[in-house]
């Protein structure tokens, strides 16, 4: 079982930045590949950047050289810093661990760009 607890939403203005952490409790954290998802008003959740266990990233396009994945195994958290925040990034973000026998989801954590 996997327990994940996001933080560091919040309001920012256009072209501003965040960080938001994903804490994770449970066993073999490392093993995990680690995503962020996000779900806009009106939108289905769409992936918006994932780290492997070996340190593999993939993003969105509409994401990327602005966001950055990145997880620290030591702390069990993984984190998205995401720069240059445009209005189409507000949306409720969702961390998840993936492995072989489950997925696992945190309870979201809202982001809203202002101009």
């Known amino acids: 079982q996997v327990q994940l607890v996001e933080s560091g939403g919040g309001l920012v203005q256009a072209g501003g930045s965040l960080r938001l952490s994903c804490a994770a409790s449970?066993?073999?954290?490392?093993?995990?590949?680690m995503g962020w998802y996000r779900r806009a008003p009106g939108k289905q959740r769409e992936l918006v950047a994932r780290i492997s266990s070996g340190g593999t990233t993939n993003y969105a396009d509409s994401v990327k050289g602005r966001f950055t994945i990145y997880r620290d195994n030591a702390k069990n958290t993984v984190y998205l810093q995401m720069n240059s925040l445009k209005l189409e990034d507000t949306a409720v973000y969702y961390c998840?661990?993936?492995?072989?026998?489950?997925?696992?989801w945190g309870q979201g954590t809202q982001v809203t760009v202002s101009s």
């Open positions: 449970g066993t073999f954290f490392s093993r995990n590949t």
């Open positions: 998840n661990a993936h492995n072989i026998m489950a997925d696992y």
